[in-house]
């Protein structure tokens, strides 16, 4: 039989993937180990996915990997998921070079701590040039501050008279947003079993294909991400009309 990644039409493939990352620390319990080891052991799988979709062709890949709510968990592992970050744009900043892949990052930046954003900031600048695929991190991040933070811009602007409100219009709500340049993601995955959005690209997944694994995410790999991009494949998506419609297009 053939591999997930065989049958996967390449001429149909989603031009943004949005993922989830989650179940780390049920992973970590479930091996008797602290949740520190379940992030630590979830890095391999963001390497898996993202070298996954870099080699079918995926343009643009969002992780969402730290959001605003997360700073309410125990101190011990929000400074160890700082280190962690640190530690693996710096690893992987050769990789992502090799592989021409360019990081992005989306969220309050300025929140993080200086040694995390001085990392997230170099491996941003040491990769601007390469256009294979563009990895955005989620980070300290959360759609209702990002939305928030796009109405006080238009709100700024037309205050100052560069912006009538009768020519603010869906396309240009999204050149304020934090993820304007990037197309909208066609699928978002999440993992772990769970079911819900968690303040995640809210605006942007207006049409997005949502599709929810089981796997915990550091046993999630690219097998487990090439059924997604087939379950995608899949689905038809009509954007409010009905099929017909879309045969005679």
Same mark, same amino acid.
Not at 27 to 45: C, D
Not at 185 to 194: F, V
Not at 195 to 214: M, P
């Given at each position: 039989?053939? $591999?997930?990644?065989?049958?996967?039409?390449? $001429?149909?493939?989603?031009?943004?993937?949005?993922?989830?990352? %989650?179940?780390? &620390?049920?992973?970590?319990?479930?091996?008797?180990?602290?949740?520190?080891?379940?992030?630590?052991?979830?890095?391999?799988?963001?390497?898996?996915?993202?070298?996954?979709?870099?080699?079918?062709?995926?343009?643009?890949?969002?992780?969402?990997?730290? $959001?605003?709510?997360?700073?309410?968990?125990?101190?011990?592992?929000?400074?160890?998921?700082?280190?962690?970050?640190?530690?693996?744009?710096?690893?992987?900043?050769?990789?992502?070079?090799?592989?021409?892949?360019?990081?992005?990052?989306? &969220?309050?930046?300025?929140?993080?701590?200086?040694?995390?954003?001085?990392?997230?900031? !170099?491996?941003?600048?040491?990769?601007?040039?390469?256009?294979?695929?563009?990895?955005?991190?989620?980070?300290?991040? $959360?759609?209702?501050? !990002?939305?928030?933070?796009?109405?006080?811009?238009?709100?700024?602007?037309?205050?100052?008279?560069?912006?009538?409100?009768?020519?603010?219009?869906?396309?240009?709500?999204?050149?304020?947003?934090?993820?304007?340049?990037?197309?909208?993601?066609?699928?978002?995955?999440?993992?772990?079993?769970?079911?819900?959005?968690?303040?995640?690209?809210?605006?942007?997944?207006?049409?997005?294909?949502?599709?929810?694994?089981?796997?915990?995410?550091?046993?999630?790999?690219?097998?487990?991400?090439?059924?997604?991009?087939? %379950?995608?494949?899949?689905?038809?998506?009509?954007?409010?009309?009905?099929?017909?419609?879309?045969?005679?297009?």
């Amino acid at each position: 039989m053939a $591999s997930a990644k065989e049958q996967i039409n390449l $001429s149909r493939l989603p031009q943004h993937v949005a993922v989830i990352m %989650d179940g780390n &620390g049920r992973w970590a319990k479930e091996h008797g180990k602290p949740r520190i080891w379940g992030h630590r052991n979830g890095v391999k799988s963001v390497r898996e996915v993202t070298e996954a979709a870099t080699e079918i062709g995926i343009q643009f890949l969002t992780l969402y990997a730290f $959001s605003t709510e997360n700073w309410n968990r125990p101190r011990p592992e929000v400074n160890a998921l700082m280190d962690i970050l640190v530690s693996t744009i710096r690893e992987e900043l050769a990789t992502m070079n090799k592989n021409n892949i360019r990081l992005n990052a989306i &969220g309050d930046l300025d929140r993080l701590p200086p040694r995390t954003k001085k990392a997230l900031l !170099e491996g941003i600048e040491n990769t601007k040039t390469n256009d294979r695929m563009t990895l955005t991190l989620a980070l300290n991040y $959360s759609a209702r501050w !990002e939305i928030t933070e796009a109405m006080r811009k238009v709100a700024l602007q037309a205050a100052e008279g560069r912006i009538k409100p009768e020519d603010i219009d869906e396309t240009s709500v999204s050149t304020f947003l934090a993820t304007s340049g990037i197309p909208d993601p066609e699928l978002l995955i999440r993992t772990s079993g769970e079911r819900r959005i968690s303040n995640f690209l809210l605006w942007q997944i207006a049409y997005t294909e949502l599709y929810f694994s089981d796997v915990y995410w550091p046993d999630f790999e690219r097998e487990d991400f090439y059924n997604a991009i087939l %379950d995608y494949q899949q689905r038809e998506r009509r954007f409010g009309m009905i099929s017909e419609q879309l045969t005679h297009q």
